[in-house]
């Protein structure tokens, strides 16, 4: 987003988030949800596939996380809702319609707070509603010129809760700040896995611009077919330069909705954008309106887990942590407790050690094995064990990286690494001191150097008897028997 266009043109942003909810069952049938890994159109039945004369029955389960989610976001919980059918005519659509939320959505007027430039902001949430997923449609063009389309059913029915966002975010920087907040959220009450790979985590944005000082909204267009953060945050720079372009040229922003070519970096015209009444919604005419009482909202209040920013907070007080290092640390929830049960095993004073292990070496690793904290073979003991091991002299902090990566190779503890990788640092003095004695002898030169005034020939000898113990001397042993044996042949 160039700085010309955020001088001449206020952005405005709405987020719209469609979320798979982690129920073992489709929204109005029996079949499994984890469709996932399944083998094409093998979790079905009559009714998510659409055939004549069958019935759908409300999962329960979907109803009260989505109830969990309005709840999480400061939502009010609607004491009656209802479904209705939005029909429109695509062919992953088994029944020609979806069973969704109209006028009657479960949840509505909350707000979600996020960072932004100028620190805390708060977004509101218009509505939480629920509904159904589609087919997955797969385009294949195969080597004989034909292009044709496979339907796969196995997704048809799973439960979608969709968060619709009021136009509050300024800028493409605050939507990827919104839409990991959001994720955090849902990921630590336990609704979604919140992968965006998969299709579990979704987002749609309505973007438009309006000269700097105007009040009046500008013609919105929608955003499609973004699969990532990253290609959020692309789209919205790329859409936000091509309206003020069509505006700086005397043009008319179009509504209509564009799809996102991650390849090619821009947006492409799809069709023009539907107005409710293009839906034709009605009340579902095989589902009853649903009582929520008040009691059944409190019992789901109840179970609701500490929220990241409670606990954000906490690990500020509990552990004495930085805000950043909390920040960082409650993002994710495996993280969050990874780090907690490694704390637990080794002992509260240690909460910083284990948090900075965490947010460099650790991830350092992971990023490079592609890997969760879940998939790896490294446990929470395993990383207390590392800090411990580096305060008893065991391990220096460059030993203790080798260990870390083995013990991700391996799923070993560390004290096993050590002993059967010989990696122990090394605190006899008198070992250190044939080191330091054959170093200062093998390189006169710094000797003299350093005699002459130049104390930088002392760091060069202290990494020469640190490639003669192969990395284990204990460093602060080196430096003190290299800074003492300069000092004796200085003075003689």
């Given at each position: 987003?160039?700085?010309?266009?955020?001088?001449?043109?206020?952005?405005?942003?709405?987020?719209?988030?469609?979320?798979?909810?982690?129920?073992?069952?489709?929204?109005?049938?029996?079949?499994?949800a984890?469709?996932?890994?399944?083998?094409?159109?093998?979790?079905?039945?009559?009714?998510?596939?659409?055939?004549?004369?069958?019935?759908?029955?409300?999962?329960?389960?979907?109803?009260?996380?989505?109830?969990?989610?309005?709840?999480?976001?400061?939502?009010?919980?609607?004491?009656?809702?209802?479904?209705?059918?939005?029909?429109y005519?695509?062919?992953?659509?088994?029944?020609?319609?979806?069973?969704?939320?109209?006028?009657?959505?479960?949840?509505?007027?909350?707000?979600?707070?996020?960072?932004?430039?100028?620190?805390?902001?708060?977004?509101?949430?218009?509505?939480?509603?629920?509904?159904?997923?589609?087919?997955?449609?797969?385009?294949?063009?195969?080597?004989?010129?034909?292009?044709?389309?496979?339907?796969?059913?196995?997704?048809?029915?799973?439960?979608?809760?969709?968060?619709?966002g009021e136009?509050?975010?300024?800028?493409?920087?605050e939507?990827?700040?919104?839409?990991?907040?959001?994720?955090?959220?849902?990921?630590?009450?336990?609704?979604?896995?919140?992968?965006?790979?998969?299709?579990?985590?979704?987002?749609d944005?309505?973007?438009?611009?309006?000269?700097?000082?105007?009040?009046?909204?500008?013609?919105?267009?929608?955003?499609?077919?973004?699969?990532?953060?990253?290609?959020?945050y692309?789209?919205?720079?790329?859409?936000?330069?091509?309206?003020?372009?069509?505006?700086?040229?005397?043009?008319?922003?179009?509504?209509?909705?564009?799809?996102?070519?991650?390849?090619?970096?821009v947006?492409?015209?799809?069709?023009?954008?539907?107005?409710?009444?293009?839906?034709?919604?009605?009340?579902?005419?095989?589902?009853?309106?649903?009582?929520?009482?008040?009691?059944?909202?409190?019992?789901?209040?109840?179970?609701?887990?500490?929220?990241?920013?409670?606990?954000?907070?906490?690990?500020?007080?509990?552990?004495?942590?930085?805000?950043?290092?909390?920040?960082?640390?409650?993002?994710?929830?495996?993280?969050?407790?990874?780090?907690?049960?490694?704390?637990?095993?080794?002992?509260?004073?240690?909460?910083?050690?284990?948090?900075?292990?965490?947010?460099?070496?650790?991830?350092?690793?992971?990023?490079?094995?592609?890997?969760?904290?879940?998939?790896?073979?490294?446990?929470?003991?395993?990383?207390?064990?590392?800090?411990?091991?580096?305060?008893?002299?065991?391990?220096?902090?460059?030993?203790?990286?080798?260990?870390?990566?083995?013990?991700?190779?391996?799923?070993?503890?560390?004290?096993?690494?050590?002993?059967?990788?010989?990696?122990a640092?090394?605190?006899?003095?008198?070992?250190?001191?044939?080191?330091?004695?054959?170093?200062?002898?093998?390189?006169?030169?710094?000797v003299?150097?350093?005699?002459?005034?130049?104390?930088?020939?002392?760091?060069?000898l202290?990494?020469?008897?640190?490639?003669?113990?192969?990395?284990?001397?204990?460093?602060?042993?080196?430096?003190?028997?290299?800074?003492?044996?300069?000092?004796?042949?200085?003075?003689?």
């Amino acid at each position: 987003m160039v700085t010309s266009v955020l001088e001449k043109y206020e952005v405005v942003i709405g987020l719209e988030v469609h979320v798979q909810l982690k129920t073992r069952s489709k929204m109005f049938c029996s079949c499994r949800a984890d469709y996932q890994t399944a083998s094409p159109n093998t979790l079905v039945c009559p009714v998510c596939l659409g055939l004549p004369g069958t019935l759908p029955v409300i999962n329960r389960r979907a109803v009260e996380f989505t109830m969990a989610t309005g709840l999480a976001l400061n939502c009010e919980i609607a004491p009656t809702t209802k479904f209705d059918r939005k029909n429109y005519p695509y062919p992953d659509l088994m029944k020609g319609y979806q069973i969704s939320q109209y006028d009657s959505p479960i949840a509505t007027k909350g707000l979600l707070e996020i960072e932004s430039d100028s620190g805390k902001k708060k977004v509101g949430i218009t509505r939480v509603h629920l509904e159904e997923d589609v087919a997955k449609l797969q385009h294949v063009n195969n080597p004989h010129g034909e292009s044709f389309s496979l339907v796969d059913v196995n997704r048809s029915g799973v439960p979608l809760m969709e968060i619709v966002g009021e136009p509050d975010i300024r800028s493409a920087e605050e939507a990827r700040q919104y839409l990991t907040t959001l994720r955090s959220i849902l990921q630590y009450i336990g609704v979604t896995t919140g992968n965006m790979e998969e299709g579990s985590f979704r987002c749609d944005a309505n973007v438009s611009i309006r000269p700097k000082g105007s009040s009046a909204f500008g013609t919105r267009t929608e955003i499609k077919n973004m699969n990532s953060f990253r290609s959020v945050y692309n789209a919205l720079l790329y859409e936000v330069d091509r309206q003020a372009k069509v505006l700086d040229d005397g043009g008319r922003v179009v509504q209509e909705t564009r799809g996102w070519v991650d390849d090619k970096g821009v947006t492409v015209s799809q069709r023009s954008k539907e107005h409710a009444h293009d839906y034709r919604y009605f009340p579902e005419p095989d589902l009853p309106p649903l009582v929520i009482s008040r009691e059944w909202v409190s019992l789901v209040k109840a179970s609701l887990p500490e929220l990241p920013s409670q606990r954000r907070d906490r690990f500020v007080g509990q552990y004495g942590l930085p805000l950043y290092d909390a920040e960082h640390l409650t993002s994710s929830k495996d993280v969050a407790d990874f780090f907690e049960s490694a704390v637990a095993k080794g002992g509260q004073s240690r909460a910083k050690s284990i948090s900075n292990w965490m947010l460099s070496d650790v991830t350092r690793v992971l990023n490079l094995k592609g890997q969760s904290l879940g998939e790896s073979a490294f446990k929470p003991d395993h990383l207390s064990e590392l800090v411990e091991l580096i305060e008893s002299g065991t391990l220096s902090n460059t030993l203790a990286k080798t260990v870390l990566e083995e013990g991700f190779e391996s799923g070993k503890p560390p004290s096993q690494v050590v002993k059967e990788k010989g990696l122990a640092q090394i605190s006899d003095t008198s070992v250190v001191e044939a080191a330091v004695q054959q170093a200062i002898s093998e390189n006169p030169k710094a000797v003299e150097d350093y005699i002459k005034g130049k104390d930088t020939a002392s760091r060069f000898l202290v990494g020469q008897v640190m490639r003669l113990t192969r990395g284990k001397g204990n460093p602060t042993v080196v430096n003190e028997l290299v800074k003492k044996g300069l000092e004796a042949l200085k003075s003689s």
